[in-house]
């Protein structure tokens, strides 16, 4: 038996069919380290695929660089950079091929490995999808010359036993290697998802087939109760189309769905763009305008934008001086920014790329590349905003962003849950009367959990970490944002600055500026991040350019 153009017919709608069956599974392995969409993003995924991916092919490469191009298109977050690739190699070995046996399934999978490893940087051992794949690889290997059915549920047994192997494995690569030891206990989500979709190849071969595809157009659901919505798909889309209609003299969206400057900045300046997730309004796309960002995506909720999109903001943002691309410290931002970046230079594109991460909680110091990405990302957005609106070049602008993080500390603390706005189900669980310090914007653990406190002893437990943090900057001047998390009233915030600014002054440090909002949420949780940025003379006037944007203006009299 071998693969061929009527299983790869087959293959699709079938792997679509057992994301949806196994969604609430990888959801629940998944909201163990943030924010429990995994199942979700891989049925929206294939759902996608299935449906855009449609015989007759020329040949079995075809539809698998089909399938790749969709993939990258539509997946975003973590899992959309390394599905795309794999499913790629297909498209390469398979070209001009109408039947696949077992020795180019090993080529396929081999070459994918390569692939895959090539963008994540990911190796055995580290908690990730690779863990999966190594084994099917072997195990085909080890059948190369047999047929191709037994040697492909060998590959699947071998992928699943090494998911189960992750269970037991500290997390190397990404998010939830943020969290430490507390990421063991649990099978790795992307693992699994690899693991499955091994399985659809045997299912097909066995012969399964799949239902129909459901209408494009469901039923209209109904909001979840104490969500303000039309419908769980539009979120994103609505938000944005909603603070484009806001303010129109500052930013407007693109028919791709891309927000960009109303009034572009000047030939010859420096372009700033970044790619996330939604559901952090107002997030990045409060930060579009002059002396900011000249052009943002989002991705779908709790998801980051894919990196084809991200490279379309970065030629909306170019102005014939090169793209300094933001990348926020999380996995899937930092894999589709890989992607963008590739595909902007493509397109001849200058672009320098610029990852930030500023939260204490996740690394030391001396592992500063390591520290995931919070609400101190504000004040290089602002500096690197205000050097390239001046007029710096490209490499100029790109060392302000990365000298201000350097400078920058932050610590987040959660009181409460948020709900998920498409589903109204709780993100991740905390006792009431309890807190968690150290946590991430899905809510991701802490470092710290335990009773409540008043405001002014959490504030003075950030600032005993915060401020020995940037002690070896000879600064003693320092800018404060104080963020709320979505679900935190003003009241409060102002309550937690006044204690930090005390704080700061009973510590010998001058105050500078200060912001207090709600600026990087997750839905309606309740907490705040503290984040520090210790100024020299160059950010501090950087810092004082004037910027405005939906959410942020500079000055503010």
């Given at each position: 038996?071998?693969?061929?153009?009527?299983?790869?017919?087959?293959?699709?709608?079938?792997?679509?069919?057992?994301?949806?069956?196994?969604?609430?599974?990888?959801?629940?392995?998944?909201?163990?380290?943030?924010?429990?969409d995994?199942?979700?993003?891989?049925?929206?995924?294939?759902?996608?695929?299935?449906?855009?991916v449609?015989?007759?092919?020329?040949?079995?490469?075809?539809?698998?660089?089909?399938?790749?191009?969709?993939?990258?298109?539509?997946?975003?977050?973590?899992?959309?950079?390394?599905?795309?690739?794999?499913?790629?190699?297909?498209?390469?070995?398979?070209?001009?091929?109408?039947?696949?046996?077992?020795?180019?399934?090993?080529?396929?999978?081999?070459?994918?490995?390569?692939?895959?490893?090539?963008?994540?940087?990911?190796?055995?051992?580290e908690?990730?999808?690779?863990?999966?794949?190594?084994?099917?690889?072997?195990?085909?290997?080890?059948?190369?010359?047999?047929?191709?059915?037994?040697?492909?549920?060998?590959?699947?047994?071998?992928?699943?036993?090494?998911?189960?192997?992750?269970?037991?494995?500290?997390?190397?690569?990404?998010?939830?290697?943020?969290?430490?030891?507390?990421?063991?206990?649990?099978?790795?989500?992307?693992?699994?998802?690899?693991?499955?979709?091994?399985?659809?190849?045997?299912?097909?071969?066995?012969?399964?087939?799949?239902n129909?595809l459901?209408?494009?157009?469901?039923?209209?659901?109904?909001?979840?109760?104490?969500?303000?919505?039309?419908?769980?798909?539009?979120?994103?889309?609505?938000?944005?189309?909603?603070?484009?209609?806001?303010?129109?003299?500052?930013?407007?969206?693109?028919?791709?769905?891309?927000?960009?400057?109303?009034?572009?900045?000047?030939q010859?300046?420096?372009?700033?763009?970044?790619?996330?997730?939604?559901?952090?309004?107002?997030?990045?796309?409060g930060?579009?305008?002059?002396?900011?960002?000249?052009?943002?995506?989002?991705?779908?909720i709790?998801?980051?934008?894919?990196?084809?999109?991200?490279?379309?903001?970065?030629?909306?943002?170019?102005?014939?001086?090169?793209?300094?691309?933001?990348?926020?410290?999380?996995?899937?931002?930092?894999?589709?920014?890989?992607?963008?970046?590739?595909?902007?230079?493509?397109?001849?594109?200058?672009?320098?790329?610029?990852?930030?991460?500023?939260?204490?909680?996740t690394?030391?110091?001396?592992?500063?590349?390591?520290?995931?990405?919070?609400?101190?990302?504000?004040?290089?957005?602002?500096?690197g905003?205000?050097?390239?609106?001046?007029?710096?070049e490209?490499?100029?602008?790109?060392a302000?962003?990365?000298?201000?993080?350097?400078?920058?500390?932050?610590?987040?603390?959660?009181?409460?849950?948020?709900?998920?706005?498409?589903?109204?189900?709780?993100?991740?669980?905390?006792?009431?009367?309890?807190?968690e310090?150290?946590?991430?914007?899905?809510?991701?653990?802490?470092?710290?959990?335990?009773?409540?406190?008043?405001?002014?002893?959490?504030?003075?437990?950030?600032?005993?970490?915060?401020?020995?943090?940037?002690?070896?900057?000879?600064?003693?001047?320092?800018l404060?944002?104080?963020?709320?998390?979505g679900?935190?009233?003003?009241?409060?915030?102002?309550?937690?600055y006044?204690?930090?600014?005390?704080?700061?002054?009973?510590?010998?440090?001058?105050?500078?500026?200060?912001?207090?909002?709600?600026?990087f949420?997750?839905?309606?949780?309740?907490g705040?991040?503290?984040?520090?940025?210790?100024?020299?003379?160059?950010?501090?006037?950087?810092?004082?350019?004037?910027?405005?944007g939906?959410s942020?203006?500079?000055?503010?009299?």
């Amino acid at each position: 038996m071998t693969f061929e153009m009527a299983h790869l017919e087959e293959l699709f709608p079938v792997l679509r069919e057992i994301f949806e069956d196994n969604q609430a599974e990888l959801n629940r392995l998944d909201s163990a380290i943030g924010d429990g969409d995994h199942g979700h993003t891989m049925v929206r995924v294939f759902r996608a695929v299935d449906r855009e991916v449609r015989p007759p092919f020329e040949d079995l490469g075809e539809g698998f660089e089909a399938a790749a191009r969709v993939i990258a298109e539509r997946a975003g977050g973590a899992i959309g950079p390394l599905l795309a690739p794999l499913f790629a190699e297909g498209g390469r070995v398979w070209v001009g091929q109408s039947r696949a046996d077992t020795a180019s399934f090993a080529a396929f999978l081999r070459g994918g490995l390569e692939a895959v490893q090539a963008v994540g940087l990911a190796e055995v051992g580290e908690k990730t999808l690779v863990d999966a794949l190594h084994p099917a690889v072997r195990a085909v290997l080890d059948e190369e010359g047999g047929p191709l059915l037994p040697a492909l549920r060998a590959a699947y047994q071998a992928a699943d036993a090494g998911v189960r192997r992750t269970a037991g494995m500290r997390a190397g690569r990404g998010r939830a290697r943020f969290v430490g030891a507390r990421s063991t206990g649990h099978q790795d989500p992307g693992a699994r998802s690899l693991a499955l979709i091994l399985r659809g190849f045997v299912e097909v071969l066995e012969g399964r087939t799949a239902n129909p595809l459901p209408p494009e157009e469901p039923a209209q659901p109904e909001p979840p109760p104490g969500k303000l919505i039309n419908h769980p798909d539009e979120i994103v889309r609505e938000d944005n189309r909603g603070l484009a209609l806001a303010y129109p003299e500052l930013v407007r969206l693109t028919a791709s769905g891309i927000l960009v400057r109303a009034r572009p900045k000047e030939q010859g300046k420096v372009g700033l763009t970044i790619g996330h997730g939604g559901g952090h309004t107002p997030s990045m796309g409060g930060f579009v305008g002059p002396g900011l960002l000249d052009a943002d995506v989002y991705g779908p909720i709790f998801t980051c934008a894919s990196g084809v999109r991200i490279a379309e903001a970065v030629r909306l943002a170019d102005r014939g001086a090169g793209v300094v691309l933001l990348v926020s410290n999380h996995s899937g931002d930092v894999l589709n920014a890989r992607l963008a970046h590739h595909l902007a230079e493509q397109n001849g594109l200058e672009v320098e790329p610029v990852v930030l991460g500023d939260d204490i909680a996740t690394a030391p110091r001396e592992r500063l590349e390591d520290r995931r990405g919070l609400g101190g990302l504000l004040f290089a957005l602002k500096t690197g905003g205000a050097a390239a609106e001046r007029g710096d070049e490209l490499e100029q602008v790109a060392a302000v962003l990365e000298k201000t993080n350097r400078r920058t500390a932050t610590l987040a603390v959660s009181v409460s849950a948020p709900t998920h706005p498409a589903t109204g189900e709780p993100l991740f669980h905390l006792a009431p009367g309890q807190i968690e310090i150290g946590t991430g914007v899905h809510g991701e653990v802490g470092v710290y959990q335990g009773p409540h406190l008043p405001a002014a002893e959490i504030i003075y437990k950030l600032l005993d970490q915060l401020v020995p943090d940037l002690a070896g900057f000879d600064s003693r001047r320092v800018l404060v944002f104080l963020n709320g998390s979505g679900g935190t009233s003003l009241t409060e915030l102002h309550i937690l600055y006044q204690d930090a600014h005390r704080g700061l002054t009973e510590r010998g440090l001058s105050v500078e500026a200060g912001v207090v909002d709600s600026f990087f949420t997750t839905g309606e949780m309740g907490g705040f991040s503290l984040s520090l940025c210790a100024v020299d003379e160059e950010l501090l006037e950087l810092w004082h350019e004037p910027a405005a944007g939906p959410s942020f203006r500079w000055p503010r009299a």
